[in-house]
């Protein structure tokens, strides 16, 4: 590992501060930052409970950008770390979360109870049970990223070729896609606009009761990955290095699979499919800490994807104006130019990853 001539401070500890001290200024500035700008030490005076100068700020906060930002942190996190899982196993530099079709299938569980509602009734069900307004779409996105982990689990155990894995997870997402697609067309244009607003992805739509269950299943998921940093590595020579390394390939994978498409997929039926963090996050960090050892880039990736996420976010909310712009065209504007960098090194080398 490469380290400053003149310092006694590796590389990897003084970028991770680095990183976090990011991390901590872009949470902190994304509260602060809004239709409505609150000053930093007054942001700071209510995260310490104390009173601020108007008690305004204290509802705002505490009530709408607090969670938002946590939101927010959580899902650059949980994107980058999926997206670096399925790089590795797949060894293809732009696979990303939604490479199983992990997102379609969520998209698919949102389309079928937004879309029918006016045929079955479902959303008069909701509404008489009272989750139509926060746990709807949710309790639909995580059904459909459910039902297709489940196939793509037990694919997973009968497929032993990760490519022909690839192949079918690409299948799925196109199958899904298309069903969508078709109920788009039999659609009232006030279910397709409910629908398309969900695609564009969104960190203000959780709240303090949802982030209950998002925050400890996002945990669990990175806590997951990080010990499967062994693996991971091991895999990137390729399986059959691996099995010589005493590796049970099918079990990593399939604990790698279940890791990636638990994050993805919480964040996903939570904030919407949300596009390009987890393909560019991981080549970011490789890049800057110069490296492939998982037991590094799980927990810079983490930190990144965080970052990137909140800064996104604040991106989205045009700072000083009314105006909110889709989430997620400012991913793709971060994403994109990562993304064309990936290509165009891809095409000058043979190996992956560097």
């Not at 990175?222 to 499967?228: F, G, S, V």
């Not at 880039?297 to 800064?311: E, R």
């Amino acid at each position: 590992m490469p380290s400053f001539k003149n310092s006694q401070i590796p590389i990897p500890l003084l970028l991770f501060s680095t990183l976090l001290l990011t991390l901590i200024l872009a949470f902190l500035l994304d509260i602060a930052l809004g239709s409505i700008q609150i000053p930093l030490n007054q942001v700071i005076t209510i995260l310490l409970g104390q009173q601020p100068e108007k008690t305004t700020w204290t509802s705002i906060i505490l009530k709408f950008r607090l969670p938002k930002a946590f939101t927010a942190t959580l899902a650059g996190a949980a994107l980058g770390v999926s997206g670096l899982q399925m790089q590795t196993l797949f060894r293809n530099p732009l696979a990303g979360p939604f490479i199983l079709g992990i997102s379609s299938g969520a998209s698919l569980g949102v389309a079928l109870v937004v879309l029918t509602a006016s045929a079955t009734g479902i959303p008069t069900l909701l509404k008489d049970l009272g989750i139509i307004g926060d746990f709807g779409l949710v309790i639909s996105a995580s059904l459909g990223a459910a039902s297709v982990l489940g196939i793509m689990l037990v694919v997973a155990r009968r497929v032993r070729d990760t490519m022909t894995l690839l192949i079918l997870g690409l299948l799925f997402g196109y199958a899904t896609s298309a069903i969508v697609s078709i109920l788009l067309n039999f659609s009232s244009q006030e279910r397709i606009q409910t629908y398309l607003i969900w695609t564009f992805g969104s960190f203000a739509g959780v709240t303090w009761t949802q982030m209950i269950i998002l925050a400890p299943v996002i945990l669990l998921g990175l806590l997951m990955a990080l010990l499967l940093s062994k693996p991971l590595n091991a895999l990137l020579l390729g399986e059959s290095y691996a099995r010589s390394m005493g590796l049970t390939v099918q079990k990593a994978r399939f604990s790698i699979i279940t890791s990636a498409s638990v994050l993805a997929g919480a964040i996903t039926a939570f904030c919407g499919p949300i596009a390009f963090l987890g393909v560019a996050i991981p080549h970011l960090c490789r890049s800057l800490f110069n490296t492939s050892d998982h037991r590094v880039l799980i927990p810079a990736v983490t930190m990144m994807g965080a970052i990137l996420a909140l800064i996104a976010d604040l991106i989205s909310q045009l700072p000083g104006s009314q105006i909110v712009l889709p989430l997620n065209a400012i991913t793709a504007l971060i994403g994109t130019p990562v993304v064309t960098w990936v290509i165009l090194k891809r095409n000058s080398q043979k190996s992956f990853p560097t």
